[in-house]
């Protein structure tokens, strides 16, 4: 198999087959991501992927998900888009793709694309649309607003192309993030992804938000402070949804249907960020510095 940048994907997607279809991200600029540094945007030759598909096969003759991977996939044109798709559709016809698109690529296509996209096999995206808070958005350098997010979901949506999204929790800064949560469940509560993961922003060595942090340009919020942001959101979200958190970017781990169970893990989130001693919140600060996911 070929794989010649990193393989990322959501936790969900770790049991599946995983085929190179691009390499690196085609923004690769946003200001806390170190994901694709020293990656250039370029795309997977159609002989690989052949090659790749036939390689799985005689392993795996049956495959139910297959993870196309690279930063953003979807970000590629149509045409090759639907190329990539018949062909893997043609050794996995049975297989569910999914894979990874910014919201600019959703809003350089239009809702016929989509369709057809869909109809060549790209049925599931994740959008990693970490905030639906614009002064955030901007400062971290997402490079769209919040009304991409709603204009590129919608027709998502309109094709219906299944999709999930990905929260990112901290982004807005100490003292800021309960009313940027309360600004990104308006916006949730207009679109219908079918699972949110819940993240939380690790500020890594070698980022410009690293950078601005060491200048004193943004002050990082507390862990008291980020479980109270998710908290805010999951309360104030009406969608009919799946939550994913993983102990690795939250303190919790669960994947839960939200409405029925939103009082009682709105109510445990409360309770933990409650009883977080000084040396709990730094111990749990200390834990998240460690990590190597954004
Ligand atoms: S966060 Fe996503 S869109 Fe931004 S640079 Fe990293 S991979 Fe690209």
Redesign the pocket.
């Known amino acids: 198999m070929h794989f010649n940048g990193p393989i990322v994907r959501p936790q969900t997607d770790a049991d599946s087959l995983f085929i190179e279809v691009t390499v690196g ?1 085609t ?4 200001t ?2 170190n ?2 540094d020293g990656y250039r945007f370029s795309v997977a030759p159609i002989s690989q992927i052949r090659e790749d598909l036939e390689e799985a096969k005689a392993v795996y003759p049956r495959v139910r998900k297959i993870w196309a991977n690279g ?2 996939p979807y970000a590629l044109a149509t045409d090759k888009l639907a190329e990539i798709g018949k062909l893997i559709k043609e050794y996995y016809p049975e297989s569910r793709i999914s894979t990874y698109a ?1 919201v600019d690529d959703l809003t350089r296509k239009t809702v016929e694309e989509m369709r057809y996209l869909k109809e060549c096999g790209w049925e599931d995206l994740v959008v ?1 649309f970490e905030t639906g808070d614009d002064t955030s958005l901007r400062y971290v350098n ?1 490079g769209y607003t919040a009304a991409d997010i709603l204009l590129g979901c919608t027709r998502l949506e309109q094709a219906g192309v299944d999709y999930r999204m990905i929260f990112l929790g901290g982004l807005a800064g100490k003292g800021k993030c309960e009313q940027s949560a309360r600004t990104t469940a308006e916006l949730l509560n207009k679109l219908h992804p079918y699972i949110m993961y819940l993240n939380s922003v690790s500020i890594l060595p070698g980022t410009e938000l690293y950078e601005d942090k060491a200048k004193g340009l943004f002050q990082e919020a507390g862990e008291r402070e980020l479980v109270l942001e998710f908290a805010t959101l999951l309360e104030n979200m009406n969608n009919d949804i799946y939550i994913f958190a993983a102990p690795n970017t939250t303190p919790f781990s669960f994947f839960m249907d939200l409405q029925p169970n939103k009082g009682k893990i709105v109510s445990e989130m409360r309770a933990y960020a409650d009883k977080m001693s000084a040396r709990d919140e730094k111990m749990s600060a200390q834990q998240r510095s460690m990590r190597r996911s ?1």
């Open positions: 991200c923004h690769n600029s946003c806390f991501c994901f694709y930063g953003n910014r990693g997402k954004v």
